[in-house]
């Protein structure tokens, strides 16, 4: 099965402050706000939306197409993609921009403060999706360039693509008829359950009008597993229990993998949601959103390990 992914491609730049910046930021200065911190050193990252999905499917044994723009300092990430066996065919290199990176500051009460630079993500990827067929492509639509995150949904409904789409961090850029007509014939749309709130508060709608506007409402809970709404159905799937927590981040976009995976072997939506758990399980027990490895067989044994056999 072809799987596209679209979404975006970032290098996450991580510093860590060894004090608190609530010693540093002074209320009665608010207004003219000029703070530095010192910090220990940077780690960088390979991330983004598109480049986690893929690199979870890879391990999962699939060849996704990754569907994004890049600048002109991708090198050492498309290194790491060549190194993974992933395809590059899908992604637009724009030389005037670097590619999207989050700068993200930590201090020692875990508070954050992220600048985030879109750079190349602010072009569009233009790949040609219209030349896939129907009958052998899944799609997944995640958060990166808004201009695709419209147009692709609308070009996968039309053609019969099955279509996953997740508006995640950018539901804010978008108006209520936009996120309503990007849910609307959806086959899959995936939140977690503060994001669908946002949904909701946006397009009016109900749940209960929102699962009868897309093929399958998914929302992810974290620790707490995830709920299927498919008509008047509602599923509960268990998480799958984490070794050690170290960072949730780049769980959803795991769980999107897994998801994909088992849709790809003819599961079920519900037994697609166990794949989905397995795989998120992964990646909070590292820090970065690719640092995980695991063979199939692996994958397998911690799946039946909590779910019974695949």
Sequence with gaps: MRILVSGSL????????????????LPDKIHILNVCFLVDGLEEK??????????????????????????????????WLRHC?????GIRRVNSEFTAGAYITTDKADNQITGFNPGAMKHRAEYPVDEADPADTIAVVAPGNLEDMQDFPRRYKAKGIPCMVDPGQNIPAFSGEQLTEMLTGATYLISNDYELQMIQNSTGLTQAEIVARTGTLITTLGENGSVLRQGATETVIPACPAKDVKDPTGAGDAFRAGFIKGLSLGKTPAEAAKLGSVSAAYVVEKHGTQEHQYTWQEFCDRYAATFGPL
């Design 85 to 89: 066996g992933l395809s590059l065919e």
């Design 10 to 25: 970032a290098y996450d730049r991580i510093m860590s402050f060894p004090g608190s910046f609530a010693d540093h930021i």
């Design 46 to 79: 390979f991330g983004g939306t598109a480049g986690n999905i893929a690199y979870c499917l890879r391990l999962l044994g699939e060849n996704p197409t990754i569907v994004a723009s890049a600048g002109k300092d991708f090198a050492a990430y498309e290194a």
